[in-house]
């Protein structure tokens, strides 16, 4: 309508189901669909570990970004490195493999994060539960802490308190194991990790050694 | 509705304005910082920043201390808020940060909607709040907000000074990450400790920190394979998002549409990056973008997307979107590929930077295989223009009927030149002023996109206007309810002086709202109807600016022409249709292709 002196008929045109219509189709990924194989992405299990900056609020930032992207978050832990500037997040998330992704990219993009990785499967990770049962057993109790190379904290005539350290199926089987005497309280850090062997957790840390250990 | 004369307020304004003392840039020099405040405004000098919007109050009095011997100007805004939308739309225009002032507490809150506004938009500004003395911080002291907590997670970056010494770098730091990679808002919280505090320190030049590395350049053979795929595209499609716009690089895509001749369509904070008046430009698509644009993205085998984060109102359901291409996404953060559409083809990289990368790879493409491209893609654009022919963006109009606001927007357009800025608060008048405006340059479209904001176009006039050029004309269309939200700034724009005109598309109701009620709510009208409606043109006559009524289509030129004739803030309550509704549309979570063109296709 560019005169502005005739009167139109409004919006005209084919209507849907008049239209071509396109044959492909896309996952709620937005991954287009491979008809032969039809794949969707399912949900695994990994660690995430990011270096950061030691700067206030830094831990607020990177938790409330998991949270309010609606990431399944199973841990978070942090704690300070060799470098008393920088502090290591270990994240265990369960999600499907873009959500890992975008949970890695969402990490990096935070001003504060130095680096970011996932490790492989093969990683070295580790989680220290401190659990307290009842102690009216208290050579079976002891039986169980030995056998998960665990170690007794407090013992009382009432309550006995044991840590166990391991990867996470040997905590949660540990934890299986102590439910016989009855579990008062129990307190689980979550899990932290490195990398395995001579690889590198995150890749700055590499450019860091380097630079502080060249000759 | 006073005719031809200027209001009193306006009169007043132009005497006073040969008497306006102003600060050289020599003084400037010559004056020592001695206190973080001081810092804080040699910072915002020295980061090129001319205007400030801002509200006064006990923990920012320190700085607008300071400012009062600075080379700026400060626009007192009415509400915070306001101050928010005019800064982002200042940054918009100018394409450098606006800044915006609060104080602590009920200030800092209030700019809370401005600040998500601009984070939605990736829009570059800078907002300084006031903070209580940093050792009441936490004790929940007179006015106290935890601002960096409430505003974390709609910022791009956000700060706590420190302390007097380190604040000035803060601020300039502050301003170089809003304007550099992926632009965004930022904060910087001052403890009136800190602004009072004393310091000698200059500022130093702001600099984002080491941490922060944007790429520029994307990987050459992730660019050689995407060109190699949009090369043997057979319906090739240029998605353009705001992205082109805030990385600057319109130009770099006009050349490389043209050149190749690909078909281009925009998002809703892209429009205008492309002249839609050009054969290749099939404008907007998404909810309700035009059906050519829908059907293009809809049947395309190749999308080369720009600068774009795939919001939902442009998907649609993603399980529909452009299912049969293969997408080459081009984005300066990293974070946005595949987060919504899984890109077949990331290129990471500044988007003038990879358009230009495409280019050159696309021309030893083309060399290899010249027949290939270019009549291959002609078949293509016909089909495009041919969606154009079938779909066209046109509406039922009676003469004698009543006021269509279609009609009102395309004869605004008419009567204004090419660069005109228009701005708009949200809803059906928002949609209407989108569809029916042929936007042919960049920057000359403000609205409020992803959070969708209802109250943005007044405020956002206002920074418009103080970014423009002097002889560039800023007109705002609003809605009722979106003009009742924020129209106090009407003071703000007498008081300055401003030259803009609001035309209030007056449907007697939240129009956006009744649409979808009829549409999807069986017609049961909850809140949507506004019984009684003020008289917009004599509030105008109140705030001290001109107002006019426009009730028929006989009634339109001539009022459109008397208002722009007005030189200081106009508002044109037009009567609208309030039956009209917005079409196309898809609804949402549909698919594009299958946009309805009226109410009975839903
Ligand atoms: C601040 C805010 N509150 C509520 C909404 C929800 N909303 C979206 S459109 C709309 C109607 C807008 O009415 P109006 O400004 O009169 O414009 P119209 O649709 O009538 O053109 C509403 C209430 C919103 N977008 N923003």
Known sequence: MSDGETTAEGLQGPAPEERPQPSGRRTSHGVRIDPETEAAHEPRRTVLSALVQNEPGVLAKISGLVSRRQFNIESLTVGTTTNPETSRVTVVIEEPEPGIRQVEKQLAKVVNVISVRELGGDAVRRELVVLKVHGEEPDKVNAITDMYGGETLDAGPRTITVQITGDEQKIDDAIDAFRQFGIRELARTGQTALARGEEWTTHAEEERYERIHEP | ?602
């Open chain 2, 1 to 602: 509705m006073s005719e031809g004369q200027p209001t009193q307020r306006a009169e007043e304004a132009e005497a006073a304005e040969p008497t306006e003392v102003t600060t050289g840039a020599d003084e400037t020099a010559e004056r020592p910082v001695t206190t973080g405040a001081e810092s804080v405004a040699r910072a915002l000098e020295r980061a090129g920043v001319e205007h400030l919007f801002g509200v006064q109050g006990g923990a920012i009095m320190p700085v607008y201390d300071a400012l009062y011997d600075a080379d700026l100007t400060h626009v007192t805004m009415a509400h915070e808020q306001g101050a928010a939308h005019a800064a982002d739309a200042f940054g918009i225009v100018a394409g450098e940060p606006g800044v915006c002032l609060a104080t602590s507490g009920p200030g800092a809150t209030n700019l809370v909607t401005g600040l998500a506004d601009a984070s939605m938009d990736s829009d570059p500004m800078v907002a300084l709040t006031g903070q209580v003395p940093s050792d009441m911080v936490g004790s929940d002291a007179f006015q106290e907000t935890d601002t960096t907590g409430v505003t974390s997670p709609i910022t791009k970056e956000n700060y706590f000074a420190g302390d007097a010494d380190t604040v000035g770098d803060t601020v300039g730091e502050a301003f170089a990450l809003a304007r550099e990679g992926r632009q965004g808002p930022t904060l910087v919280d001052l403890p009136k400790d800190v602004t009072k505090g004393a310091t000698e320190r200059e500022p130093e030049a702001g600099e984002t920190p080491e941490t922060y590395d944007p790429p520029e350049r994307a990987d050459s053979e992730a660019v050689e394979t995407a060109a190699g795929v949009l090369a043997r595209a057979e319906k090739p499609v240029i998605l353009a998002g705001g992205g082109v716009l805030k990385g600057e690089a319109c130009e770099e895509l006009r050349e490389f549409a043209t050149e190749y001749g690909i078909p281009v369509v925009t998002t809703m904070p892209a429009v205008g990056v492309f002249p839609e008046d050009h054969d290749l430009a099939l404008e907007m698509a998404g909810m309700h973008g035009t059906g050519y644009a829908n059907m293009a993205i809809t049947h395309c085998d190749v999308m080369f997307a720009v600068g774009t984060r795939f919001d939902d109102r442009l998907t649609g359901g993603v399980e529909t979107f452009a299912p049969e291409a293969e997408i080459v996404h081009a984005d300066i953060d990293a974070a946005e590929i595949s987060k919504n559409v899984h890109a077949d083809h990331p290129l990471l990289g500044d988007a003038g930077t990879v358009i230009e990368q495409m280019g050159e790879a696309m021309a030893d493409e083309r060399a290899a295989d010249m027949a290939a491209t270019g009549e291959r893609f002609q078949d293509w654009v016909e089909q495009c223009q041919q969606w154009k022919t079938d779909y066209p963006m046109d509406y039922a109009m009676d003469e004698e009927g009543p006021l269509k606001p279609q009609f009102v927007v395309e004869s605004v357009d008419r009567a204004t030149a090419d660069d005109t800025i228009v701005t708009t608060g949200v809803g059906q008048h928002q949609m209407w002023a989108v569809q029916y405006w042929t936007y042919t340059e960049p920057r000359t479209w403000v609205s409020s996109h992803g959070l969708g904001t209802m109250g943005y176009g007044l405020p956002s006039a206002i920074g418009a206007r103080l970014a423009a050029d002097d002889d560039q004309s800023v007109v705002c269309f609003d809605g009722d309810g979106s003009f009742l939200m924020t129209l106090q700034e009407l003071a703000v724009a007498v008081r300055e002086d401003l030259d803009i005109t609001v035309f209030v598309l007056n449907n007697e109701g939240i129009g956006m709202v009744r649409q979808w009620q009829d549409s999807f709510h069986g017609g049961r009208r909850m809140a949507s109807e506004y019984p009684w409606m003020p008289d917009f043109a004599t509030l105008a006559e109140a705030f001290g600016a001109r107002g006019f009524r426009m009730e028929s289509h006989d009634d339109v030129e001539g009022t459109i022409e008397a208002a722009l004739a007005h030189d200081g803030p106009s508002v044109v309550d037009a009567h609208i249709d309030p039956t009209e509704n917005v079409y196309p549309m898809v609804p949402s979570g549909g698919a594009n292709g299958q946009f309805v063109l009226e109410e009975d296709q839903l």
